[in-house]
């Protein structure tokens, strides 16, 4: 292939350059908007197919470089393509191949010049990604990063005449900035030598750094980039943006867009940086847990699905910086096979999560355009009206819920095995820690199952909670489409870890100088550290069960008969039951509200036995929002308060500043 | 040559505001206001690139120098005098549609606007420390009539204030212009090369430290009032708020920066003399105490031009640290912010303009939906709004990005203090934009179509410094940061 | 012997105890429920009954609710062949069978949790107040006592350094007897877990159809027939694999080894004999604890959980 | 060495102008105000002659003439007119009461003149120590700049501390380049012109000039 003398950076350019073509080609097309839908969207997705592609390709070759004539002078944008960039497009491309085919369906119905806007925006998002992914320097990277947020909170205030919508974009777009000023910051820590020449990473990487200083660059990193992956305690936007933006976006926001804060923080500690510390692990770890259970917990006790899927979200950005922080301790203690281990668990994780929560979102965004409700409480039963979308989004649920064989029980299980595998560390209270922390995660993917079953229970099975449902359709053909191809990643991801290993192998050598490999021989068996140790087929388990299952039912259906009556549910014997009966999203949720009680901000009020109309009415509200940020306000507005002051309107007060200053700096000159 | 050339650049305004002051009254009096000032700026244009060619010039037996520095301010404002004056061409037909205006006071507009162009030329193209502060002070003689244009009691108040605080504080220049002139004298012996700073700048290292310290505290204090360094920043968000909208344009966007040169240029005298950081160390700290305190301002602003007006106040203050921090690097993003900054904010004020007259208030609780109303006012407004909150690709965030991670490289400790500034500044300015650009609207369709291309060529300018700057123009912004040091 | 001899003979043995143990299934239920009734002085159904039922379900003809989906169809089969499988991959009369190898201590969780995820599914899928009831209380037992489970099993495996079953048991068998005091803990909260996992009292009751009271059983209500046997064997088999992983990870003794077979014979009966002796212990478990409110079941399995950690760090602090 | 008489004169102006500063800074009618300001003008442009006189310099006998007409006679006889045409012959009325105004006075000057001292120590020229002079009448206008509540006065103060300046740039400093002195000079008139025209806007938007009208737009 190189001796065409095409190298994937080339490729990838040409893409980019096709999707800002395409968007702006959306807004010309302003009067015609089935075309935006039926040729844009589609174009868009091969397009990132090819993304994909290039960066499957990229993946072995080696990193190629290029420089554009742009950018500051002494600082052109610099683009480099290597292994660990080369990973994150083939998730970028995959994920928003399905989404942006689903797209092309769910925005069917909206207005033209609405429509141009939103194409535009879509692709310079999808752009913006690709370019944070490739950048070689902090000022193409700043830009590109900023650029995503702009174009993806234009996005998420698609539908701007709402208020709360409003208000969500404000959130997310101010958190996302102050973020951005502290990476901003850090990349000013990290700078190499002197002169705007100084802010390539190449600089960077050359730049060592003082253990202080490096651990401040990490700490500002770790701050930018949580911030956009939702980690505690700057997780507040983000389940106020998911659910705002339309399904599609909240797709590639939570599928993606995550991904490329993980990103951030993989190619700062372990490229940029040139030595790690261990308490950063320790740090990361604990952030991690603390925001794995915090999602999972709030997710149980939401109503609104898409709510309840961007809180299952901070819960796997939780597991990934898990997985991030495992790695920084045991890199530091020298242990790279564990390293490896656990980097290729956190890897693989980012890809799980791409694949199926975007499914599971732009799932939301069909059930959306059946039924117009977010709200689990007034669906139910979806799975005799929508059997496609149903039968899919079950994939994503299984996925999520770490279950084998899917792909969200592989990653998990690599994850497990890094923690069991971790005892000989030198620091015998990480070696404590580490248990306790295998024993959060268990639970928070246990949890995990749970808010699935409510999610799916809720929304696809029972009886429909409404009249209006008996009238939902299924999704459409390019609805259909994309979900089916998020839903066969999820499968093949589940059932073949071993090649998906090897790929992975190549990040992981190049961040961390050592592979993981398969010590089993062949494809079959998945067996990260040694064969003795712990082995995995997902192959032969879901063949083992199947088989099973087949078996049964032919022996069944043989020795004994196949007949089958249709009737009322029995229900114990009850003679009236009705879809009132069921368990609300509320209702589902409940124990664990009981349980984690602590955790939650209450307000709820219980009918009493004798009301004649009785109501229940009950939220759950973060306590981190009162605790924190709005503290921050009110000191921000008193100290502004106390400032207006100084504004007071008369111009001898005015005068006096004058006379002060004047006569302040003469005397201590 | 080159005298002619400038002689082009500063009598074309002068002439201008003669023509004016007899035909202001007459209907075509705006075009001619335009016409001028093209005129001005192809005169600047062409001084510009001879500079380009031959480097610095100095003209007049030396009373006017011209150097990397300057000529790019000189195009600058030359550019921006001239599209704000296609601007107010609509906007003030407006103006007198409402009824808010009337032919004598366009008249002095007219003539005055001219007037004021020359002054602020003169101030940035002369060599002579004393007739900078002339040129200054006529500055405000100028616009303090702008300001009070509409004869509101607001307006004339805010008009006093301008016109009392900047009068003092340019007398206390004046003070430190004679303290210098008072060392020159000693190593330039007496007349009048003693102010050129040409000479200044040759034997900056014999002047007598403890006068120029003095004379420093004086002109920073002086012209620090006109650059609106805050506690000296008084008047200048009552002169933004209550002054017509082209006017609140040229100053937040020309004028401040005319006085920042002159304290450069004294900057460079100072650092000259002393060989030590005191001029900076003054600068950084009048530069912090800026931004925090403007941000802080801002977010309990409900006029939509005073809250601009003080978003100039943190941006001047950013420009001031990043001069005071020195060095190649925050110079040269000095200056460039410096030009985005003047770009971006004229543009918004012309957007703001647009909105205020579609919506009949300035507060802002009652500008809703520009979107709705008229995309291109609203996407104006929304664009320049992140531009000016330092969003990319817009150069804003260039400059921002180099101050910013200088800051962070040299001076650490200044930089949680501008990270909350920035924050706060940036939560203030986006939420009180986000409402007015989006949602419902109340207003309502003008007579006269709004003047957008003077909005979308700024943006469009900003846009590229941010993503592609050509080379010359960083040739220049080098050679000015040598210079300044 | 030659390799892919031994290969067969593996495979061999690997069909021996997958028949054995869906034959032994039934029994075993029936056994503790005999114990049960001999403990509650009553004389019993006898240890066939189990299979009289089933035998019985499967001539009924289903009866399926009006809006059952295939979901709800496909659920029994599923359940059944996650716990056959699950019984038939634990090394309980010989190490190192062919599949084993496929599923380690994670992957059984997983397994579990998979047959827990459809069967809650399958429950919510008629749209009763009972089912969803069931599913709820089920996932809120499940969340707390599948972390458990994996602790237990963390626990054994950071001993023998391994996940994998057979390797685990090998270490246990084979090494010279040494008392693990970390597993003292790890078994007790494995009882819990097994309690709790088997819908047994205290957690569950098994033989009541009181909304107050059950869980398993108000999932299942809507089944018949076939699928009602199916689910019923099932959780059988389930019972019967809780129990084997009892037996494997904590009185392995007595285990077949590959090479020499001539022992296997005792190897099945010494099986039988735990098997029997878990059984019976099991049933006085229960008559001796009494149903708990349902709120109270996350302290009970919080305290499993707890005493699994504990085990866990043990381990650490003793190196045992 | 004994002072030379030119010196010791322009010494003598010298205080002289720190006097009617001080004096402008008591006075509290408005008309004597003028008057005194006149009078400081007077002494200012003398003490420019003499200088001119000293140094032979021909350029300060224009700016002595200058000051003479603009600041002696111009402008006080234009403060007057307008004084009669809005008739506001009141009293002055202060912010801060005139006793303290004058302690404060005090402290200034002596911190003006510590200010000025290692400057003096420079100038071998015949008006050492001037400067500090200078800078004590500018700052005691500015003082009075701040007290004074109505806009006359504040105007005055503001060409008082005009005078101020310009007498550093005169005296202290054996003149300025004749351009800037010419320009100085420009400003001041039309600063005053501007000055007039916003007493009338003024009086006839708030009827009174009094400042303390003007504190509405303020940040609340």
Redesign the interface.
């Known amino acids: 292939m190189d001796a065409v003398g095409i190298l994937p950076l080339d490729v990838l350019g040409g893409v980019i350059l096709l999707w800002l073509v395409l968007g702006l080609f959306g807004l010309v097309l302003q009067n015609t908007p089935h075309l935006i839908s039926s040729i844009i969207f589609p174009l868009g997705a091969i397009a990132a197919l090819v993304v994909a592609g290039t960066g499957l390709w990229a993946l072995g070759a080696a990193p190629s470089i290029a420089v554009l ?5 002494d600082l052109p944008l610099h683009l480099r393509l290597d292994p660990l960039a080369a990973f994150f497009l083939i998730l970028l491309g995959g994920a928003s191949f399905g989404v942006s085919l689903f797209s092309a369906g769910y925005f069917r119905s909206m207005a033209g010049g609405m429509l141009a806007l939103l194409c535009l925006e879509y692709h310079l998002f999808l752009a913006s990604m690709a370019l944070i992914l490739v950048a070689d320097d ?2 193409m990277f ?2 590109a990063w ?2 995503m ?2 174009s993806s909170y234009f996005l998420v ?1 698609t539908d ?2 709402i ?1 709360d919508i ?1 208000k969500a ?2 959130l997310y ?2 958190v996302a ?2 973020g951005a ?2 990476i ?2 850090c ?3 990290m ?1 190499g030598g ?3 020449g100084a ?1 390539t990473f190449a600089a960077m990487r050359e730049a060592h750094l003082s253990p202080f200083w490096s651990s401040i660059a990490f700490l500002l990193a770790l701050f930018g980039f949580g911030a956009k992956a939702g980690v505690l305690p700057l997780h507040v936007w983000l389940p106020e943006a998911y659910p705002a933006a339309p399904s599609p976006v909240a797709a590639l926001l939570s599928g993606v867009l995550l991904k490329t804060a993980i990103y951030g923080i993989l190619r700062i500690t372990f490229d940029l940086l040139a030595t790690q510390l261990w308490w950063w692990g320790v740090l990361a770890l604990a952030l991690g847990l603390i925001t794995a259970v915090f999602g999972v917990m709030f997710a149980a006790v939401q109503g609104d699905m898409k709510r309840l899927l961007a809180y299952s979200s901070i819960e796997n950005a939780g597991l990934l910086l898990v997985g991030i922080g495992l790695t920084v301790i045991f890199h530091v203690y020298g242990k790279d096979a564990l390293a490896a281990l656990s980097l290729t668990a956190a890897l693989y994780h980012c890809l799980n999560h791409a694949f199926f929560k975007s499914l599971l979102f732009i799932g939301t965004g069909s059930i959306l355009h059946a039924t117009g409700e977010r709200n689990m409480g007034r669906l ?2 979806l ?2 009206k929508m059997p496609w979308a149903a039968a899919l989004m ?1 994939v994503g649920v ?1 996925s999520i ?4 064989p899917f792909n969200g ?1 592989v990653s ?2 690599l994850l ?2 890094a ?2 595998l971790s ?1 000989g560390l030198p620091n ?1 209270y990480i ?2 820690l580490i ?2 922390a ?2 959060v995660i ?2 928070a ?3 995990a ?2 808010v ?3 999610f ?3 929304i696809f ?3 429909h909670r409404e009249k209006a449902l008996e009238q939902a359709h299924d999704a459409g053909i390019w609805e259909r489409i994309g979900l089916t191809w998020l839903a066969i990643v999820c499968v093949v991801l589940g059932l073949a870890p071993v090649f998906v290993v090897q790929h992975l192998d190549q990040v992981t050598r190049m961040l961390l100088g050592h592979g993981l490999g398969n010590a089993a021989a062949g494809w079959l ?1 998945l ?1 990260p550290v040694d ?7 997902p192959v ?2 879901l063949s ?6 087949l078996m ?2 032919l022996g ?1 259906h043989r ?3 196949g ?10 014997g ?1 003679p009236v ?1 009705n ?1 009132r ?3 609300t999203a509320e ?2 949720g409940q ?2 509200r ?2 984690f009680e602590p955790f939650f901000r209450i307000e709820s009020e219980l009918p009493s036995a004798f009301d004649t109309h009785p109501r229940y009415h009950g939220r759950s509200d973060d306590r981190i929002w009162f605790a924190l940020y709005l503290p921050i306000k009110s000191l ?2 008193k ?6 002051l ?18 302040v ?3 201590f ?1 | 040559m080159i005298d002619l050339q400038l002689l082009a650049l500063l009598l074309t305004p002068l002439l201008g505001g003669g023509l004016l002051a007899v035909f202001g009254s007459r209907r075509w009096a705006a075009e001619l206001n335009s016409l001028m000032s093209g005129f001005t700026f192809l005169a600047s244009v062409a001084l510009t690139m001879r500079v380009v060619e031959q480097g610095p010039q100095v003209a007049f037996n030396e009373q006017f120098f011209i150097d990397p520095f300057n000529v790019f301010l000189v195009a600058l404002t030359a550019f921006v005098a001239f599209t704000t004056s296609l601007f107010s061409r609509p906007y003030m037909r407006v103006e007198q549609h409402h009824g808010k205006l009337s032919t004598p006071m366009l008249h002095l507009y007219y003539s005055m606007y001219q007037l004021f162009t020359f002054t602020m030329l003169l101030a940035l193209t002369t060599n002579n420390m004393g007739i900078i502060w002339v040129a200054m002070e006529a500055a405000t003689l100028t616009t303090v009539l702008l300001v009070s244009l509409y004869r509101t009691p607001a307006s004339l108040e805010a008009a006093w204030k301008y016109f009392i605080l900047c009068g003092v504080g340019i007398a206390l220049a004046l003070f430190g212009t004679i303290l210098l002139y008072f060392a020159a004298e000693r190593v330039l012996g007496q007349g009048g090369t003693a102010l050129l700073w040409t000479h200044l700048n040759q034997v900056k290292t014999d002047l007598e430290p403890t006068v120029l310290k003095l004379a420093f505290v004086f002109l920073l204090v002086g012209y620090g009032t006109k650059i609106g360094l805050v506690p000296l920043h008084s008047w200048l968000p009552d002169a933004h708020a209550e002054g017509p909208t082209p006017v609140s344009a040229v100053l937040s966007g020309l004028l401040l920066n005319i006085a920042l040169c002159a304290v450069m240029r004294s900057k460079v005298l100072v650092d000259g003399s002393l060989g030590n950081h005191f001029a900076g160390n003054l600068m950084m700290g009048f530069g912090l105490l800026s931004v925090v305190v403007a941000a802080l301002f801002l977010s309990r602003q409900k006029d939509i031009k005073r809250m601009f007006a003080y978003s100039s106040i943190e941006h001047m203050g950013l420009i001031t640290f990043a001069f005071g921090m020195g060095g190649a690097v925050a110079t040269f993003a000095g200056m460039l912010h410096m030009t985005v900054h003047s770009l971006v904010k004229s543009a918004i004020f012309f957007a703001v303009g647009h909105a205020v007259q579609k919506s009949g208030t300035q507060q802002m609780e009652h500008i809703r939906g520009m979107l709705q109303i008229s995309p291109t006012v609203g996407w104006g407004l929304a664009l320049g709004t992140f531009a000016i909150l330092g969003m990319p690709p817009f150069g804003v965030f260039a400059s921002e990005f180099l101050i910013i991670t200088t800051a962070m490289h040299s001076y650490p400790w200044s930089t949680p203090i501008l990270l909350a500034a920035l924050g706060i500044a940036f939560a203030a300015i986006f939420g009180k934009i986000q409402p007015i650009v989006f949602g419902e609207t109340t207003a309502r369709r003008l007579p006269h179509p709004p003047a957008l291309i003077p909005v979308f060529v700024h943006l469009l300018l900003a846009l590229i410094l941010g993503l592609y700057m050509p080379p010359y123009l960083a040739g220049w912004y080098r050679q000015a940061a040598a210079l300044l040091g | 012997m030659t390799n892919n001899a031994s290969q067969t003979l593996g495979i061999l043995f690997q069909l021996c105890q997958s028949l054995l143990v869906v034959a032994l299934a039934p029994l075993l239920t029936g056994w503790v429920n005999q114990c049960r009734a001999w403990l509650q002085n009553r004389s019993g159904a006898g240890l066939l009954q189990p299979y009289r039922t089933l035998r019985k379900l499967f001539h009924k003809d289903a009866v399926l609710a009006y809006n059952a989906s295939p979901l709800f169809r496909i659920t029994p089969y599923i359940l059944f062949g996650c716990m056959w499988l699950a019984a038939a991959i634990i090394p309980i009369i010989a190490i190192d069978l062919p599949f084993s190898p496929a599923a380690d201590v994670i992957a059984l969780v997983g397994v579990f949790a998979l047959a827990r995820v459809f069967i809650s599914l399958a429950a919510m899928d008629i749209g009763t107040a009972f089912g969803s009831l069931g599913a709820r209380r089920e996932m809120l037992v499940s969340f707390l006592a599948e972390p458990a489970l994996l602790m237990v099993f963390f626990t054994s495996s950071l001993i023998s350094h391994s996940t994998q079953l057979p390797h685990i048991v090998g270490t246990f068998a084979h090494h010279e007897f040494v008392l693990y005091p970390s597993l003292a803990f790890a078994g007790l909260a494995f009882v819990i877990v097994l309690l709790a996992e088997n819908a047994r009292i205290p957690v569950d009751n098994p033989s009541t159809h009181l909304e107050l009271t059950m869980i398993h059983e108000a999932m299942i209500l809507e089944y018949s027939a076939r699928h009602l046997a199916l689910v019923e064997w099932a959780s059988n088999l389930k019972l019967l694999a809780y129990i084997s992983i009892g037996i494997a990870l904590f009185v392995p003794y007595g285990i077949a080894e590959v090479g020499n077979w001539g022992v296997l014979p005792l190897a099945i009966a010494a099986l039988l004999v735990k098997l029997a002796l878990a059984g019976a212990g099991l049933a006085l478990l229960e008559a001796l604890l009494a149903k708990m409110r349902i709120f109270r079941a996350p302290e009970f399995l919080g305290t499993a959980f707890l005493l699994a950690v504990l085990g866990l760090l043990i381990h650490f602090l003793l190196g045992a | 060495m004994s002072i030379p008489f030119t010196t010791q004169i322009i010494n003598l102006l010298a205080s002289i102008l720190l006097l009617i500063a001080f004096a402008m800074l008591s006075q509290r009618r408005i008309l004597s105000l003028i008057k005194l300001f006149a009078w400081q003008g007077l002494a200012l442009s003398a003490s420019t002659f003499v200088v001119a006189y000293s140094t032979a310099q021909h350029h300060l006998y224009y700016s002595a003439a200058l000051t003479l007409l603009l600041k002696v006679l111009i402008l006080p006889w234009l403060l007057h007119r307008l004084i009669h045409k809005l008739n506001v012959k009141w009293d002055v009325e202060t912010l801060i009461n005139i006793p303290t105004t004058m302690l404060v006075g005090i402290v200034l000057v002596i911190f003006a003149f510590n200010l000025a001292a290692p400057i003096s120590q420079l100038s071998e020229s015949i008006t050492r120590g001037l400067i500090g002079i200078a800078l004590a009448s500018v700052l005691l206008s500015l003082l009075m700049m701040i007290t004074r509540r109505k806009a006359v006065p504040q105007v005055v103060g503001f060409l008082a501390m005009e005078n101020g300046l310009f007498f550093a740039a005169t005296s202290a400093t054996h003149g300025m380049p004749l351009v800037v002195e010419l320009g100085i000079a420009l400003d001041v008139l039309v600063g005053t012109f501007i000055f007039g025209i916003f007493f009338f806007q003024l009086r006839e938007t708030f009827d009174s000039l009094d400042i303390t009208h003007m504190e509405k737009l303020k940040d609340d």
């Not at chain 1, 819920?401 to 084998?404: A, I």
């Not at chain 1, 100290?639 to 207006?644: G, K, P, Q």
Request: glycine share 8%; aromatic share 14%; with cysteine.
């Open positions: 004539p742009l950018g500051l002078p902090a000022y700043m830009v900023e650029s947020a702009l205030t701007h005449a208020p409003r974009g404000f777009l101010l900035h102050v000023i502290s901003l910051l990349f000013g820590v700078q002197h002169g705007i802010y139910g039963g799975i005799r079950l299984l819920s770490g279950l084998p029980f998990e299980w497990l095995q923690f069991l005892p015998s070696n404590m248990p306790v295998a024993a268990a639970l993917a246990a949890l199952a749970y699935m079953v409510k799916y229970g809720i099975l029972g009886q068996f067996a064969i003795e140790r712990a082995s995995y087929s032969i388990f083992a069960v199947l088989g099973v299952m049964t039912a069944v020795f004994y008969h007949r089958l009556r249709r009737g009322p549910a029995w229900n114990c009850f039951q879809a009966m069921q368990d209702g589902f124990p664990i009981r349980i921000t507005e100290l502004s308060s106390r400032a207006s100084l504004q007071h309107g008369r111009i001898h007060l005015y005068l006096t500043y004058t006379f002060a200053t004047l006569v700096l003469l005397a000159v």
